[in-house]
């Protein structure tokens, strides 16, 4: 079982619908991390938050919107999606600053 | 720019046989930190080790090895006698001291462990 909990595992969801992803750690750690995964690539950073504040926007659609409510949640807010953003979409959590980054397992989302 | 490369796309080797996963990584900073993670099928990404640039130690951890050489800016894992489970991508990942991006991966080696 890994630190980080993300809900659900899977989603499968229409392009008009309106869903969220979930994110949680007790860890401790102050900055939390967004991911976007397609097959066969490496990850790609989407948000990150510092604090609790919003420190890194990598230009992301803003179908996808980010929440951080407390120091241990951290939520993706979905709406209208297309069907290439169908990923596995990761959340991590860390110390800052060059601290390692611990994963959860993913979402696997589909929008069809 | 900050840059990880991981040659090798995919690498197939029979149980048992030692395995070594290149990286090399391009920076300016003379501050940072190099990292190994492994993602099974299963999806999360584990973490393996970290190494600052000022440590050109070797490290030892069980069946896993890292030889880190500033001088070819590399950072190559070796796993001796492979086992089934070692099946995973591999990443390995620079976290610069500059710029606002704080892991750049590299693309991923796919290893297939063979019984």
């Known amino acids: 079982d890994t630190e980080v909990t993300q809900t659900p595992k899977h989603l499968v969801m229409g392009m008009t619908n309106k869903k969220s992803l979930k994110c949680e750690q007790h860890?401790?750690?102050?900055?939390m991390y967004w991911y976007k995964q397609k097959a066969k690539k490496p990850p790609e950073l989407m948000f990150v938050?510092?604090?609790?504040?919003?420190?890194i926007n990598e230009s992301v659609p803003s179908r996808f919107s980010p929440e951080c409510p407390n120091s241990s949640l951290l939520n993706l807010h979905l709406h209208a999606l297309q069907p290439e953003d169908s990923a596995l979409y990761l959340c991590?959590?860390?110390?800052?600053?060059?601290?390692?980054?611990?994963f959860g397992d993913g979402t696997r989302l589909s929008i069809l | 720019a900050q840059k990880v490369t991981q040659a090798q796309t995919e690498i197939s080797v029979v149980e048992k046989e030692d395995v070594t996963l290149d990286c090399v990584y391009e920076?300016?900073?003379?501050?940072?930190?190099l990292f190994w993670y492994k993602q099974p099928p299963s999806g999360e990404l584990v973490f393996l080790i970290r190494r600052n640039s000022f440590d050109e130690q070797n490290e030892i951890s069980g069946r896993y090895s890292w030889n880190f050489q500033k001088s070819t800016s590399s950072f190559n894992f070796t796993i001796t006698a492979s086992q089934v489970v070692d099946s995973a991508v591999y990443f390995c990942a620079l976290s610069p001291d500059s710029g606002n991006t704080p892991l750049v991966f590299g693309k991923g080696t796919r290893l297939s462990v063979i019984a």
């Open positions: 920076t300016r900073d003379t501050t940072y930190y």
């Open positions: 991590a959590s860390s110390h800052p600053r060059h601290q390692p980054q611990h």
């Open positions: 860890m401790g750690h102050r900055a």
């Open positions: 938050y510092s604090y609790e504040k919003l420190s």
